[in-house]
């Protein structure tokens, strides 16, 4: 029995790369940027990936609620014609749920198309489904009820789930990003499981209260170009520099990509390394983890050694990423920070999904 993948609110693909890297399939990827898409397909064409079965779709995800709906059916039907079991994953875009957005919730453009996926689970019914999140929708009141809205919606088509707020870091990612994940399976297709017990530590590298509570380094004064060793008793895998080694950020293709101010160096020369109180111009320590990834809203993020911003090689070896994966040339360096930051950190995405699959294995045998 194979794995079929069907992937809404794609981007340019880390949590497809995760479950690709685990040996899913994934056969439609559905996207509603034009640039993002080009991006997925331009990285999974210098990685050697094959392209989806169902090709890319560049639509509006509510098409499969009305006028597509009878050709997605098709797709799934096909699939489980072969013998393979279906599987929907994706993270709704978030601002509406986010802490530092606007808090719009459900009413809000964005907020609405986690009910849009929701929907198409339900009406579409995969065998499981994985629904990624910010962890707004999980710890901001208002929204909880929203999602506890959207659970109920989901036990009464047939699913049962489990859902736990996880961090990135947990899975080996250099970065601080909690975010919600739902998963859930078919009743109709599993009836003799009696619940879900589903073993979301199993591929867990750190415990992250332990993480946090370990003696960090904290701010420094910047000096340009300057050295600083290693601190001892802290995991060097887990810092920005090792990342930035790892990756040969200096000479990665998208190594040249970054914003040069035409003002505000001055204000980049203050920032001690480390310092990332302020919501923008925050300062990365090198020897530290990173902030959650995030270059929205005047995000501003600042090399722990240089002054200036970071590059989107830098930013990409933040979200865990293979060295491999490279962003188009031609994408505006607005749309390649924004897909960065937009992305589930990789080894977070690999964790989930070899846990899931691991998982599936079991209960069908």
């Known amino acids: 029995m194979g794995y079929s993948i069907f992937s809404f609110f794609s981007g340019s693909g880390f949590l497809d790369l995760g479950f690709e890297m685990s040996g899913f399939s994934i056969d439609l990827v559905n996207e509603y940027s034009r640039a993002f898409i080009r ?5 999974r064409q210098r990685m050697g990936l094959a392209e989806p079965k169902y090709g890319y779709q560049n639509i509006d995800v509510n098409e499969y609620l009305t006028f597509r709906a009878d050709e997605l059916r098709g ?16 993270g709704p875009p978030c601002p509406d749920f986010s802490v530092a957005g606007k808090q719009r919730g459900r009413e809000g453009d964005n907020g609405r198309l986690s009910l849009s996926y929701i929907r198409l689970i339900i009406d579409q019914h995969p065998d499981f489904f994985l629904f990624e999140n910010v962890k707004g929708l999980w710890k901001t009141a208002k929204h909880r009820a929203f999602y506890e809205e959207l659970k109920l919606m989901l036990a009464d088509a047939g699913y049962r789930m489990s859902n736990r707020l996880t961090n990135s870091i947990e899975f080996g990612a250099p970065q601080d990003r909690d975010r919600i994940l739902l998963f859930g399976i078919s009743r109709e297709r599993f009836p003799n499981l009696p619940m879900l017990n589903f073993p979301w530590k199993r591929h867990v590298i750190y415990d992250w209260k332990s993480i946090r509570n370990l003696h960090w380094p904290q ?13 001892a008793n802290i995991p060097q895998e887990l810092t920005v520099q090792y990342w930035f080694d790892k990756n040969d950020v200096t000479h990665h293709p998208n190594a040249g990509d970054c914003f040069v101010p035409r003002q505000g160096l001055k204000k980049m020369l203050v920032v001690e390394e480390g310092d990332v109180s302020k919501k923008s111009h925050k300062r990365l320590h090198r020897w530290r983890y990173s902030p959650t990834v995030a270059y929205g809203n005047n995000e501003v993020h600042l090399h722990p050694y240089h002054a200036r911003r970071l590059t989107v090689a830098e930013a990409l070896s933040l979200q865990s990423l293979p060295k491999e994966f490279v962003l188009p040339p031609d994408m505006s360096l607005t749309d390649k920070f924004k897909t960065t930051g937009n992305g589930v950190p990789f080894l977070m995405a690999k964790g989930i999904a070899t846990t899931i699959r691991e998982y599936l294995n079991e209960i069908t045998e």
């Open 39 to 43: 991006a997925y397909r331009y990285s």
């Open 219 to 231: 701010t420094d004064n910047f000096s340009e170009d300057g050295e600083r060793e290693c601190p």
């Open 75 to 90: 797709y799934i039907k096909a699939e489980r014609d072969a013998g393979n079991l279906i599987g929907f994953i994706g």
